[in-house]
């Protein structure tokens, strides 16, 4: 059992960054890691994954705004976010997905002026 909690989030400005971090209770070497948002009244959706190996995929609408990386030996992921609309208003959840799948509880990031 892998135990995953997010923090970083807020409010902001559009055009405002933030960064998203995610701490595990254990190692996540051998897991594929990634975020997700859900906004109110849509499901929740892909924002960005990194494989153990380093490969990542992002979602169309953060490419080139979003960074996600990871750092194995502090059991942690980042989602480094630039550049941020309102649309990308949503509870961010990560995600860490080997034979089972593990999510945390989930941040809040809310883009207004």
């Known amino acids: 059992q892998v135990r995953l909690v997010e923090s970083g989030g807020g409010l902001v400005q559009p055009g405002g960054s933030l960064r998203l971090s995610c701490a595990a209770s254990g190692p996540l070497t051998f897991y594929a890691v990634g975020w997700y948002r859900q906004a109110p009244g849509k499901q929740r959706e892909l924002v960005a994954t990194?494989?153990?190996?380093?490969?990542?995929v992002y979602a169309d609408s953060v490419k080139g705004r979003f960074t996600i990386s990871r750092d194995n030996a502090k059991n942690s992921m980042y989602l480094q976010m630039n550049s941020l609309k309102p649309e990308d208003t949503a509870v961010y959840y990560c995600n860490a997905n080997a034979y089972v799948s593990y999510w945390g509880q989930g941040t809040q990031v809310t883009v207004s002026s």
């Open positions: 990194i494989t153990s190996g380093g490969s990542t």
